[in-house]
T-cell receptor, first 113, second 109 residues
């Protein structure tokens, strides 16, 4: 597709379950970002992938959160043992190397019940 | 990490008004600057880049003050459709994009 694609668009899960969120970036974009946004709040940086460099994981809130990017393209964000405070919209974005102009997917709305 | 600070507002203005937002950044090594717009329950979208000499796009003017480490966005002749949250970004090349928490604008008729 032409834009950043995220799946699922909505996810409801029970507390304690693991979830995987997927992001397909724009083809050719080497930078990929994950953010979290709670209702009425700003974008909270989670993790940043740039080409073959080691990812910047400094925004991950706990060791229950992890992400990988396979083949420099698709990325998966995994949340283990979900908690109610994990409920938020998880946004993925991609950009050309160092251009800074990021294009966002429509997000995955995660609800932990 | 509080690298980018914005007044959250809300800014409530009538149609036709001129409104300005400021955004301060703490990383003096920042090289790229942007304004994004986010509509309610939508993803952010790039509004405009901010260049050192300042730049204009229609009713929107962006300026950069490196000495004081802030960027600004001026909106002239506000429209109802300008109602949104405006996010600023100050980025050092090769690092993650860190967004300000956004400034909410509400334009009323």
């Amino acid at each position: 597709g032409a834009g950043v694609s995220q799946s699922p668009s909505n996810k409801v899960t029970e507390k304690g379950k693991d979830v995987e969120l997927r992001c397909d970036p724009i083809s050719g974009h080497t930078a990929l970002y994950w953010y979290r946004q709670s209702l009425g709040q700003g974008l909270e940086f989670l993790i940043y992938f740039q080409g073959n460099s080691a990812p910047d994981k400094s925004g991950l809130p706990s060791d229950r959160f992890s992400a990988e990017r396979t083949g420099g393209s698709v990325s998966t964000l995994t949340i283990q043992r979900t908690q109610q405070e994990d409920s938020a919209v998880y946004l993925c974005a991609s950009s050309l190397q160092e251009s800074g102009e990021a294009f966002f997917g429509q997000g995955t709305r995660l609800t932990v019940v | 990490r509080k690298e980018v600070e914005q007044d959250p507002g809300p800014f409530n203005v009538p149609e036709g008004a001129t409104v300005a937002f400021n955004c301060t950044y703490s990383n003096s090594a920042s090289q790229s600057f942007f304004w994004y717009r986010q509509d309610c329950r939508k993803e952010p979208k790039l509004l405009m880049s901010v260049y050192s000499s300042g730049n204009e796009d229609g009713r929107f003017t962006a300026q950069l003050n490196r000495a004081s480490q802030y960027i600004s966005l001026l909106i002239r002749d506000s429209k109802l459709s300008d109602s949104a949250t405006y996010l600023c970004v100050a980025n050092q090349a090769g690092t993650a994009l860190i967004f300000g928490k956004g400034t909410t604008l509400s334009v009323s008729s």
